[in-house]
Each structure stands twice: as C-alpha cells, then as structure tokens.
C-alpha cells in the first residue's frame, strides 16, 4: 500500500482520491481513452507515412503501451496519513498505479524532510529548542500563537460565576486596592490574581448567586462561594479549549493534549513559569477579561457619560490595532496551508486529464510531460518543511 501524508486535508484527499478512482474505472472515461487514443493513432499514422525515418508511429506505440499498461490498468492501494490530527489512516481502493506511485513517492519526500527538520528543532541545545507540543507535523502552523490567542479570549461560562465574578471585582477588589488592603503594586504584576484577590476585607459587601436565588453576603464570603465554584468552570473551559485547537482528537484525548500545550506556548513566549498549569494559566487570562469588563461596567454603575466614551473609544481603538497586527500573521497561518492543500488536491485530480494527454504524445514528449507532472507533485511535497522552519522561527521571535 503507498501512503499519502496529510497535512489538514485527509478529508478532501480521501474525497478526492475515491472520485479519480471511481472515474478511471468507468466505462465513460475509457471511451474518452478510446477516442484519444484514435485521435492519437491517425496523428501518428499521418506522422509516420511524411516521415517514416523518424519512426513517430512505433514511438507512439510505445508510449501507449508503457501508459496503459503501466500508470493505468494496474490498480493499488493508497492509504492517507493525517500528520497533524488522530484520525486513523483513510485508505482507498483501486487507485492507479500511476497516480499512486507518484504521489507516495513524493509525499515520502516531503514527510522525511519534513520529520528530519522537526527532529532537529527539538533536540538544539538551549533555549531554540522546540517543545514537541508546538510542532508543525503534530498541531501545524504557529500553533503556539494560536494557543496565546485562544487562552486570551477565555471567560468563565457560567453567567452566574461571572456576574458574581465582576461584581466581587467592582464591590471588594477595587476598594480593597483602594485603602491599601491589596497593594496596587503587588496585584498589577501578579502571576496568580486570584490568590492574590484572596485578601479582601471582610467588613465589605457583594452579591452572589445560590441554589435558593441572589443574596448579599460579606466579600470574604462571597470569595468562598466563587473558589468553590471555580475548579469544575475551569474544567469546562479547558474541555472547550482542547476541542477547539485539536478538533481532530476525541474528547478525552483533546483535554489532555491541551493541558500541556498550553503551557508550553506561554514558556515558550516567556509568559509564565515552568511551574504554571494550564488550569492556572487558564484561569489568570479569565481573572484578567472579568477585571475588565467589570471596570467597563463601573461607568455604567455610577452613570458617567465621559467615562462610558473613554471605555468606547479605548475598546475601539484596541480592536483596530490588534486587527492591524494580526492580519498578516492570519495570511501565514491561514491562507498558505489552504493555498498549497488546494494545490496539492488539483494535482491530484488532474491525474486523469494527465493520462488522456499521454495517449496523445510519445517518445520525449511523454518523458517531459510525466517530468512536469512529478515535478509539480515535488514541489507541492517541499511546503511541509517550509511550514516547519516557518513556525519554529515564529516560536523563536516570540521569546523576544
């Protein structure tokens, strides 16, 4: 069996591997073979009575035997192999021999390359090196950025926690950092803002949400009931964050693959410690938006116009900056990998097209056309490695 390595595209390759397979074996494609190849033989027939030194009906011969009955009467087997998800190996039947051996052959390429590359990023000595979580064959392009961006967008999904969140940041921490309770210092630069909103003065008072509706309790109260509630949020969170970045693993396997991504990514961006889970880190960036929105929301509270319109214009202008910086991260990260999948796929299906041209020519005419076919395929094969110097270079310059 040849084996296709893919990279995000098992699933059109599958697609598109079982359509040229049921194609060549229908009897309308061997009717188009047919009349080209009648075409074919009249050229060479006519070629050869002007010209019969130059032998072109014998050399027109040849190359149709040699096309037929090597790159399209034998039938194989292709197995597609997904480098950067957990889906099972898709095989497919009856696949020509031509198009199998031409693809698995230069697909082997660019996975070898591809694997020596990778292997010799997370074995550099030093701080180059790559964590494996963060390579491109396993989790593709700048993965770690991805992993930054996502975790930065956290929120807790219970709106009753995060109500009582926000309204514990606006009712206590606020005032706590106000009379020195909690040094400003001290919580701007803190790794840990949870642990550090621990220290809340008990003579103040905030909402929270129980079984039995919404009650007024004392802050260090109200701070119990959240931490408690806590853990299982930060858990649905993490669940939701692994199903999103590996969405081609289970469940399960996503979860566990996720908790050390996670903090990989923001070692490697020297963000956190080595000592930061992903549940911590998780929890920090969901600290961080409800400390936010909870001074977004003090404007509202004590009805302040001006205030409403600097919060406005300050959300405003962070989201066209950050658009202005991202968008060409997006086209690295997105865009390519689509452009050269959709290469890839078209010189595939172009296969058939390729054959019915062959029974037209012959002799060097059919060498060069078979040259620039595996030659396209190659340089398709090349992009793997491209991609993975690509993202480790990017998870270089995000030490900086």
């Not at 074919?40 to 027939?45: K, N, Q, S, W, Y």
């Not at 889906?87 to 230069?106: D, I, W, Y």
């Not at 858990?235 to 693959?257: E, F, I, K, M």
């Not at 004590?302 to 405003?316: E, F, H, Q, V």
């Amino acid at each position: 069996m040849w084996e296709i390595y893919a990279y995000h595209n098992s699933d059109s390759l599958f697609g598109i591997f079982n359509a040229i397979a049921a194609i060549m074996a229908s009897g309308t494609y061997l009717s188009a073979i047919a009349a080209v190849a009648f075409c074919g033989f009249v050229a060479a027939m006519i070629a050869y009575m002007f010209a019969p030194e130059k032998l072109q009906g014998w050399k027109w011969i040849g190359s149709v035997v040699l096309v037929y009955g090597v790159l399209f009467v034998p039938r194989v087997s292709v197995g597609i192999v997904d480098k950067t998800g957990g889906t099972p190996v898709k095989v497919v039947a009856n696949v020509p021999f031509g198009m199998a051996a031409l693809g698995g052959l230069t697909s082997s390429i660019g996975n070898s390359i591809t694997e020596l590359f990778e292997t010799a990023f997370q074995v550099i000595p030093g701080a180059g090196a790559l964590p494996a979580e963060l390579a491109y064959q396993q989790n593709g392009l700048m993965f770690g950025s991805r992993l930054l961006q996502e975790t930065r967008r956290t929120s807790l999904p219970d709106p009753a926690i995060r109500t009582d969140l926000i309204n514990f940041v606006g009712n206590c921490t606020a005032f706590d950092i106000a009379d020195g309770t909690i040094s400003p210092t001290v919580f701007s630069t803190s790794a840990d803002l949870w642990t550090t909103m621990a220290s809340t003065n008990p003579a103040r008072f905030s909402i929270v949400t129980t079984g039995t509706g919404v009650t007024t309790t004392t802050c260090d109260q109200v701070y119990a009931s959240i931490n408690a509630r806590l853990p299982a949020q930060l858990t649905d969170l993490t669940v939701r964050l692994g199903q999103r970045l590996n969405p081609t693993l289970s469940s399960l396997a996503a979860q566990s693959a996720v908790v050390n991504q996670i903090p990989q990514a923001y070692i490697r961006s020297q963000i956190a410690t080595a000592s930061a889970t992903a549940a911590d880190l998780i929890r920090q960036n969901a600290l961080i938006n409800a400390i936010n929105d909870s001074g977004e929301m003090g404007c509202q509270r004590i009805n302040d116009p001006s205030c409403m319109m600097l919060a406005t214009g300050r959300a405003s202008a962070v989201a066209s900056q950050n658009a202005a910086w991202i968008n060409g991260a997006k086209i690295a990260e997105q865009a390519l990998p689509v452009v050269r999948n959709v290469a890839e796929a078209t010189c595939y299906a172009v296969f058939p097209l390729l054959v019915l041209l062959l029974f037209l020519s012959s002799g060097r005419t059919t060498v060069l056309m078979l040259a620039g076919y595996a030659t396209a395929l190659i340089s398709i094969q090349l992009w793997p490695p491209l991609f993975a110097i690509l993202n480790y270079m990017a998870s270089v310059y995000a030490q900086i």
